[in-house]
């Protein structure tokens, strides 16, 4: 067997991936039943459903990853007599051709979320269905749950509505051929004049409805995402994932889109499940975090507040923001999926500062957009909800419990693959930030490459945020470690 200390290649990221989708209870691979039934609905008749209203004529346009394939939502924007704008977002109707039960959603069910692990990407969904029948790819006939909603020059949303369409996508853009046009960096950009304008148009929505949640209290993070950069099948780099002003476009909609879903369905007193971030647990330490900078926050977690501190330091020191970003995200806790029940109010998402939010617009990619939108259709039909208050209880337990687990396959095979890069330095000495401190270990980052170990030695007394030198003493692909000791100062 070939020592994977030894070995710097993507075939063996893919290795390490199934054995620890395995480890944490997922299916790498579609059952036999999943795959007969995807080839009697590739069978299926693809007619346009006249049923539906017909908007394919509008100027969709989908903005995403330059190699995702996987199309949930489409945009587009429509000035009104009276200066305010329509915005509709279009998501794919996956629940057209995946039903309730079926041998495909019970995959699904089971794994609940695609996985992007840096060796390989399982879909949530069979390719064929995701990156084709079920994705709203170019010049192609989709049916579409369309969330509409009128913005007024504020960047208030006067009103909404919710129905089912037919659409088709008339420009498959990505985020850095647009960011870079939209800040006049590429001038270059090949779109027609009309989508032109209409980026335009959402380009400017967008930025009113970010602004206006800022002052509410929503917090600008900004982490630094990485992903492997290959040469063939050897690993180069780790490159970091930069927010732009295309990606702030879908963010800002599919937000609204999220909160416009999840009061719809609390309006009509339906039962949905909320996506929550609740108030930290260790605002304490976030306090102690901005003191650090000269800051005062209030006692109580304040969100408003902190979103200040967090403007402020990032014109102060942008550089050094996703330092503080990571931290303070580390500190808030993690997202979770609960119940809203008639009558009843639901956590709101702190970090998003508003009281209602679901997930609703990636139904390709997460189970929980896919509940939602059955839901959703059951309701805009009058037919019987699909779920009973006891299933989804036992889905949003579930469902939190997997995304807490696809995020550790995914850190396992991302540390895996810094270990691949980082196997050849042990010995060197880092710059680092602490980004994690528990009874269950130390944690610090690098910042070049920006690489995330645990602290084997010298970690008393060290906590989240503090900055400290630190030397590379061991690396080990397969599990994923990559471990640290601290530098004694003026060593």
């Known amino acids: 067997m070939q020592n994977p200390n030894n070995t710097n290649g993507k075939n063996t990221l893919e290795q390490i991936a199934r054995r620890v989708l395995l480890e944490h209870g997922f299916l790498p691979d579609f059952s036999i039943a999943a795959l007969d039934e995807l080839i009697n609905i590739q069978k299926l008749p693809r007619e346009a459903e006249t049923t539906k209203k017909d908007l394919r004529a509008l100027l969709w346009i989908s903005i995403d990853n330059d190699d995702s394939r996987d199309l949930d939502q489409l945009t587009v924007a429509e000035i009104l007599p009276d200066n305010t704008v329509k915005i509709l977002v279009a998501v794919a109707d996956v629940d057209t051709l995946v039903k309730k039960n079926s041998a495909i959603d019970d995959h699904a069910h089971h794994n609940t979320t695609s996985i992007y692990t840096a060796g390989k990407t399982f879909p949530m969904l069979p390719e064929d269905l995701s990156t084709n029948l079920t994705s709203l790819n170019y010049q192609e006939d989709r049916p579409a749950i369309i969330i509409e909603m009128i913005v007024d020059d504020a960047g208030d949303i006067e009103s909404s509505n919710i129905y089912r369409a037919i659409v088709r996508n008339h420009a498959k853009l990505v985020y850095n051929a647009v960011a870079a046009w939209l800040e006049g960096k590429n001038q270059t950009f090949i779109v027609n004049s009309s989508i032109s304008d209409n980026l335009r148009i959402q380009d400017k929505v967008a930025q009113k409805l970010r602004a206006l949640r800022h002052q509410r209290g929503a917090l600008d993070l900004q982490t630094l995402e990485t ?265």
């Open 227 to 491: 992903h492997p950069v290959f040469d063939g099948d050897e690993i180069k780099d780790l490159q970091a994932e930069e927010t732009n002003r295309a990606k702030q476009i879908i963010e800002d909609f599919m937000i609204a889109a999220n909160d416009l879903t999840a009061l719809f369905l609390q309006g009509k007193q339906i039962p949905s499940l909320r996506r929550v971030v609740r108030s930290p647990k260790r605002w304490d330490r976030i306090v102690e975090i901005a003191a650090q900078y000269n800051s005062k926050l209030p006692i109580e977690p304040d969100s408003k507040a902190l979103a200040d501190f967090l403007i402020k330091q990032k014109a102060a020191d942008p550089l050094r923001f996703p330092d503080l970003s990571l931290i303070i995200i580390k500190l808030l806790g993690s997202g979770e999926y609960v119940v809203e029940l008639p009558n009843e109010t639901a956590p709101g998402h702190f970090g998003l500062a508003v009281k209602d939010y679901t997930h609703s617009t990636a139904p390709n990619r997460r189970f929980p957009d896919l509940i939602t939108q059955r839901i959703l259709k059951a309701t805009l039909e009058s037919l019987p909800i699909p779920y009973s208050q006891s299933d989804l209880t036992e889905l949003a337990n579930y469902c939190t419990l997997k995304e807490d687990d696809a995020n550790k396959v995914e850190r396992i095979v991302a540390k895996s693959a810094a270990a691949m890069l980082l196997s050849s330095r042990i010995g060197n000495r880092f710059d680092a930030i602490c980004t994690g401190a528990s009874n269950k270990g130390t944690w610090v980052r690098v910042f070049h490459p920006p690489i995330e170990g645990r602290l084997l030695h010298g970690y008393e007394g060290i906590d989240v945020g503090n900055r400290l030198t630190v030397k590379l003493i061991h690396v080990d692909i397969d599990k994923g470690f990559i471990d640290f000791e601290k530098v004694p100062a003026n060593s």
